[in-house]
Nanobody
Framework: QVQLVESGGGLVQPGGSLRLSCTAS?????????MGWYRQTPGNEREMVAT????????NYATSVKDRFTISRDSSKTTMYLQMDSLKPEDTAVYFC??????????WGQGTQVTVSS
């Protein structure tokens, strides 16, 4: 069983920065499609923020965060990061970590709250 645990959320002023971490533990396999960050606000669907492909490390960003957020991971692929700069109030959400692979492999963390407010 794989567990994903996010950390690093909190309250930050507009224009500030936060760094989220996601640590994977348990029995990790070798074949996954990607790891990624998603976010959700009350009453809305969960949306993709950024993903990094498992094998080649190719990154993909939502248009709303491109050039402000950076996704990365460590060499062991067990920890993923999201560096969030120039934060805006509309970035306020619960941020989730995801590890996705061939069906039915699809793991999610419990989420971490990010609040951008003055």
């Amino acid at each position: 069983q794989v567990q994903l645990v996010e950390s690093g959320g909190g309250l930050v002023q507009p224009g500030g920065s936060l760094r989220l971490s996601c640590t994977a533990s348990g029995t990790l396999g070798d074949l996954y499609y990607f790891m990624g960050w998603y976010r959700q606000t009350p009453g809305n669907e969960r949306e993709m923020v950024a993903t990094i492909s498992w094998i080649y490390g190719r990154t993909n960003y939502a248009t709303s965060v491109k050039d402000r957020f950076t996704i990365s991971r460590d060499s062991s692929k067990t920890t993923m990061y999201l560096q969030m700069d120039s934060l805006k109030p509309e970035d306020t959400a619960v941020y989730f970590c995801r590890l996705n692979g061939p069906p039915p492999v699809d793991h999610w963390g419990q989420g971490t709250q990010v609040t951008v407010s003055s």
